[in-house]
């Protein structure tokens, strides 16, 4: 089974919380870039709507931009 199809919340509600975690936990440092769509897709064994719908999420929660051709990137948390 892979990660993301544990739990009760959706996968990509997963996916975001454990960016998001590694966010916090400095994995993935302020300006430092988020791995891809399609990296997540097959780290997580998802489809890339899901995959998107987790970074959507952690865009609307500040944590991070996403620039278009270029990727996701940690937002500063001050």
Do not use: H, W
Not at 19 to 29: C, E, K, Q, T
């Amino acid at each position: 089974m892979s990660e993301a199809s544990r739990g009760g919340d959706p996968a990509y509600v997963r996916i975001a919380k454990s960016l998001g975690d590694r966010i916090a936990s400095g994995v993935y440092p302020e300006g430092s870039r988020l791995p891809s769509g399609p990296q997540l897709c097959a780290d997580f064994g998802v489809s890339p709507m899901t995959a998107r719908r987790a970074l959507a999420l952690l865009e609307s929660q500040g944590m991070v931009s996403a620039i278009q051709g270029r990727g996701t990137f940690v937002r500063s948390m001050d």
